[in-house]
């Protein structure tokens, strides 16, 4: 089926989680949507213009991205606030939280936590898997560069960036580190 659409969403599903106010504009077809979608919900407004494929149970995106507001712990069932905001350009796919892969350059990054916020002017961050491992390459000028690596959840690493994430991502120096054990 193609549907070529200007049209109003009240709530759509995504990895379990429910999303509302939706605004499309763009062409869906054989549940591949390529256009605008603009977001207007309670933990999550953006505007995102790209292609996305709904087709498998891995949802794939090519898009570009101004994100106002993403509640990070809306999507990995976290208590709390882990909010993030800026324009991504990039490729990312997953089913949840911990397969998801991407590789996005960042530009006027914001992140804030109840009790910190960061601003990083730009940032290339990759997620990938290697040898049976979880791989996070970031290269955040002047706040960080590094790789972590090993065999970890990438929700129980949200959690851990909330309670330490001034020893990784500010400081008058660049941070460079590698983590390579198993987190449980």
Not at 26 to 47: F, M, P, R
Not at 89 to 100: A, E, Q, R, T
Not at 148 to 154: R, V
């Amino acid at each position: 089926m193609r549907l070529t659409t200007k049209s109003q969403v009240a709530s759509i599903e995504i990895m379990d989680k429910v999303i509302n106010n939706l605004y499309l504009d763009g062409l869906l077809d054989h549940k591949k949507y390529n256009g605008l979608i603009t977001v207007n919900d309670e933990q999550a407004k953006a505007t995102i213009k790209g292609l996305i494929d709904f087709s498998t149970s891995k949802v794939a995106m090519d898009v570009n991205a101004d994100v106002s507001y993403l509640n990070m712990n809306y999507f990995t069932n976290k208590p709390g606030n882990q909010i993030v905001s800026g324009q991504v350009d990039g490729k990312m796919s997953m089913s949840s939280i911990n397969d998801l892969t991407l590789d996005v350059n960042a530009n006027n990054l914001h992140f804030a936590t109840a009790t910190q916020k960061y601003d990083i002017p730009n940032a290339k961050l990759r997620t990938f898997v290697e040898a049976g491992g979880r791989v996070i390459d970031v290269d955040a000028p002047g706040a960080a560069t590094g790789k972590i690596s090993g065999k970890y959840n990438l929700a129980d690493l949200l959690g851990m960036v909330e309670n330490g994430v001034g020893k990784i991502l500010v400081g008058p120096r660049r941070e460079n580190y590698t983590v390579d054990r198993i987190l449980r």
